[in-house]
């Protein structure tokens, strides 16, 4: 990889790419696009918070089994998409929810250790908004629950009450890693049910107070804090747009 850009004191510069609202297709394009090119040497560490529209249900890379009807699924009268990540765990359903994504390198220590040095960002960010998070505590029967909002693992980010409010996933590879995961805010509890069931369901009650922009403000502030970076806002260029809705 290519020696990482640093400012005048010294700080690593990370690129901030703008809010952005597309079909889950896309969004793990450009996931996928800015691992590849992170990896070979093209692209600086970067951060981005994601939409996705229409509302998805997202599966783990290596999750083969889930329900047959979810192919067919609607909300306000939208299909849902139903989308493979390339990072592994259980299915998210993205509505009502805000994506982050972290792509960097060369964070030592296993995948659990990586994934709490990524998240410290999320707990201080949340922190500065008055919300306390904490990782979970489930264990391995996690993997026989098909929703990844059923249970917390040590992966993710809970509430004082135990409510899940983060869910992440990884991919690593070599000493790249993309870490993006589900920040639930507004979940519709009908879609919620509908597509896991009645007891899947926990409200959520913490984003009232604040607009998304300011959710975002509060993370990024915190990102650049807990990584020690300097963040450059660049939105994706006619010609990279090119190269990525080539793999979507």
């Known amino acids: 990889m290519l020696n990482p850009i640093e400012n005048l004191d010294g700080q690593q510069v990370w690129r901030l790419i703008p809010l952005l609202e597309a079909s889950g297709d896309v969004q793990m394009a450009i996931d996928r696009w800015l691992l590849e090119q992170h990896k070979s040497g093209k692209h600086p560490p970067t951060l981005r918070f994601y939409t996705w529209s229409p509302p998805a249900i997202s599966l783990g890379y290596h999750q083969r089994q889930y329900p047959e009807f979810w192919q067919n699924l609607t909300w306000r009268g939208q299909k849902l998409d139903l989308v493979r990540r390339p990072t592994g765990g259980r299915a998210v359903l993205h509505q009502g929810d805000l994506t982050y994504a972290v792509i960097t390198s060369g964070i030592p220590g296993s995948r659990f250790q990586i994934y709490e040095k990524i998240c410290a960002f999320l707990i201080q960010g949340w922190r500065s908004l008055g919300v306390e998070l904490r990782y979970g505590t ?65 409200s959520i009650q913490i984003s009232e107070n604040w607009s998304l922009d300011q959710i975002i403000a509060a993370l990024i502030t915190a990102a650049c804090d807990c990584f020690a970076i300097q963040i450059e806002v660049q939105p994706l260029s006619p010609s990279e747009w090119e190269e990525i809705l080539v793999k979507s």
């Open 138 to 202: 489930a264990g391995r029967g996690y993997i026989h629950n098909p929703n990844c909002f059923g249970t917390a693992t040590s992966a993710d980010l809970v509430l004082p009450d135990g409510g899940k409010l983060i869910g992440s996933a990884q991919l690593r590879r070599g000493e790249v890693i993309l870490q993006h995961g589900s920040i639930r805010l507004q979940p519709d509890a009908e879609l919620f049910t509908q597509v896991f069931g009645a007891e899947s369901f926990t």
